[in-house]
Nanobody
């Protein structure tokens, strides 16, 4: 079981970043993967998700600026972020939305995004 996220960094407001997350382990379904964000001092929140049979979810705060996609062959999910704002700062994680809220759910190390004003 592994969730490895990368692609974060320091960027100026208005800039772009592309995050990637590789999921390994039979418990993860790449068609039900989401990106979560934990800002300093705040709870982790879902910002974008692929939900099989339903479609794509975006949090209102990122809609129109973030795009979630996946590569099933690579078991990898991506988050293209543009028009970044300081409020987007946080550690970004990926996880399967069906199990992310389970007590004791495994979370990888995430990738830190810092947006400067």
């Amino acid at each position: 079981v592994q969730l490895q996220a990368w692609g974060g960094g320091l960027v100026q407001a208005g800039g772009s970043l592309r995050l990637s997350c590789a999921a390994s382990g039979s418990i993860y379904d790449i068609n039900d993967m989401g990106w979560y964000r934990q800002a300093p001092g705040k709870q982790r929140e879902l910002v974008a998700a692929l939900i099989s049979g339903v479609g794509i979810y975006y949090a209102p705060s990122v809609k129109g600026r973030f795009t979630i996609t996946s590569d099933n062959a690579k078991n990898t999910v991506y988050l293209q972020m543009s028009g970044l704002k300081p409020a987007d700062t946080g550690v970004y994680y990926c996880n399967d939305v069906k199990i992310a809220n389970d007590q004791g759910a495994f979370w990888g190390q995430g990738t830190l995004v810092t947006v400067s004003s």
